[in-house]
């Protein structure tokens, strides 16, 4: 799954030595240390990492909920904190881990909610979003409410609202996490197309290594807290057909899986 | 029911004409024994009293009762009576309704002015409200006002609470949601927090208007002239029992009314 990237460009996003900390009365938890990496446009990087590394701190960081304590985050080159709150054109978009559709709302008046915040609900945004609804099968259920829906179909009405502020950067925080097993397959395998055919950048935080190394051009693995990048890892597969799910038979599959899961071991072990 | 039965099976089989006819036969009996209890009831209070069993002086009779309603009915008064504290419910429910979303929503958008009040709203809800009316009658004299101030009294601390303890459950990544939407606390409060608290809005309401017809007739008692309080009062001042019973039965049914008619709306809305 290699991806042409021309390095000359500039990356989209960049991380400088980014460290946080949590401040409770107990005192200070170092989360982040000093991470940094760069990310190119078009790009698909995993972030793995144990559980209660900081990969959510780190997504929030990237969606700019939080300021970072020390070191920089840019996005084009400029702060990317600063960016958020300037204004609404926000250019990352984040995906949750559960699609947290509003009951109260139909699917289409849930996918347009970014939209309709930003105050960007022109007769061109809205016929995009009903092209997205119709290119993923979701156009003739736009007016049945989040629960009348299959979980697959749920995750994808998430996507759209997502992809409707047309972000330029994706952040998919364990979006599969909530969905059974043959969901989980379908959808990751939807998602990743709708992300390649789009030419989105995006971030997936996962702890499934299968699903990392399927799914992005390139792997980051996250030391325990405070966390670290250990490593980075390119993936390039040869997929034996068309069909993203069937990285599993890639030659490379196993050779990757194993070194990844070492790292990580190793990591524990320390 | 009957159309949805007929949606599923157009001929309804045996078994389920024998459950229908088994489940209409229960409801009658049920409605029957009902309407048979409280005819005996009134039969045997009437008799009692009409063979001087027990002291109608003190207990009173239906047919006492009804004869003095219908004697009301004639010269208006009882109208007259039902429609003051109807109203007197009414306006201070209205208020209570009003001030406590306003009062909730406030607390939701300042949070240092929630922590600052709360605990003056917490030891205002567990004060015994009719506590309060000799208070306000102090301040405000006799009158209307003064009831009207009393039945706002009673509901409103709790009803803010209440409200405001509802808006705090709404889940917390919903509300991630709308921040990474680029959506601000005011669109957190309209497009999240206020359509998915409807339901506890509409159930706050039920007890509300129960609470100010409590908070209603304890000023009657104490401040009025008029009113099915004040009715009940001087009933019982001047031993006329029939007049006691009387306001206490309109003010059951009219309670009762109260409660249906915001079950009712909360049905259709919800």
């Known amino acids: 799954m290699t991806i042409q990237v021309s390095h000359t460009e500039p990356p989209i996003l960049q991380l400088h030595q980014v460290s946080f900390s949590y401040h409770t ?26 559980s209660g590394a900081g990969k959510s701190t780190l997504l929030n960081l990237l969606a700019g909920l939080i300021p970072v304590e ?96 047309r972000p330029k950067i994706l952040l998919l925080d364990e979006p599969f996490s909530a969905l059974d097993y043959q969901t989980r397959l379908e959808v990751s395998g939807d998602i990743a197309k709708i992300i390649k055919e789009n030419n989105i950048t995006a971030i997936l935080v996962t ?23 250990i490593k980075q890892l390119p993936i390039h597969l040869t997929l034996p057909s068309d069909n993203l799910l069937s990285y599993r038979l890639a030659p490379e599959f196993n050779t990757y899986f194993n070194e990844l899961w070492e790292d990580l071991n190793h990591e524990k072990q320390k | 029911m009957k159309n949805k039965n007929n949606k599923e099976s157009q001929i309804p089989s045996a078994n389920q004409k024998e459950f229908l006819r088994k489940y209409h036969k229960e409801k009658n009996s049920i409605r029957l024994w009902r309407s048979f209890l409280f005819l005996a009831f009134l039969l045997l209070w009437e008799g009692l009293s009409f063979f001087h069993v027990i002291d109608s002086f003190f207990f009173s009779s239906p047919l006492q009762i009804f004869s003095l309603f219908f004697k009301m009915c004639k010269n208006f008064e009882i109208f007259k009576h039902i429609g003051i504290t109807l109203t007197e419910t009414f306006l201070s429910f209205f208020a209570v309704t009003l001030l ?101 809005i509409l159930s706050n309401m039920k007890v509300n208007i129960g609470l100010c017809l409590v908070g209603v007739i304890i000023g009657e008692f104490l401040a009025a002239k008029e009113g099915l309080g004040y009715l009940i009062i001087y009933g019982s001042q001047i031993f006329q029992l029939d007049l006691l019973i009387l306001s206490i039965t309109i003010l059951c049914i009219i309670a009762n009314l109260f409660y249906k008619t915001i079950q009712y709306t909360e049905n259709k809305l919800l």
Request: net charge positive.
């Open chain 1, 25 to 50: 009365l107990q005192g200070e938890t170092p989360v982040l240390h000093q991470v940094s990496f760069e990310i190119q446009q078009g790009e698909f990087i995993s972030v793995i990492g144990p």
């Open chain 1, 70 to 165: 020390e070191g920089k985050i840019l996005f084009l080159g400029k702060d990317l904190y600063l960016q958020k709150k300037e204004g609404p054109s926000f250019p990352l978009g984040y995906m949750l881990q559960q699609d947290q559709l509003f009951e109260f709302r139909t699917i289409w008046q849930n996918v347009i909610l970014g939209l309709e915040i930003n105050k960007k609900l022109t007769s061109d945004n809205i016929s995009y979003v009903n092209s997205l609804l119709k290119k993923y099968n979701l156009y003739e259920f736009k007016d049945k409410k989040p629960s009348q829906l299959s979980g697959g179909m749920r995750q994808r009405a998430a996507l759209i609202r997502t992809l409707a502020l």
């Open chain 1, 207 to 229: 702890h499934n290594l299968s699903e990392a190394i399927g799914l992005s051009d390139r792997v980051l693995v996250l030391s325990p807290r405070p966390a670290t990048i």
């Open chain 2, 100 to 200: 406590s979303v306003i009062v909730a929503i406030s607390l939701f958008t300042w949070p240092k002015a929630a922590k600052i009040l709360e605990p003056a709203l917490v030891v205002l809800n567990s004060l015994p409200k009719s506590a309060l009316a000799p208070l306000i009658i102090v301040w405000l004299g006799t009158g209307i006002k003064t009831i009207i101030i009393a039945g706002i009294s009673v509901a409103v601390f709790g009803s803010i609470i209440n409200l405001y303890a509802g808006f705090l459950q709404v889940e917390k990544e919903k509300i991630k949601l709308i921040i990474t939407l680029g959506g601000g606390r005011k669109d957190v409060l309209f497009k999240l927090i206020v359509p998915s608290c409807t339901p506890l």
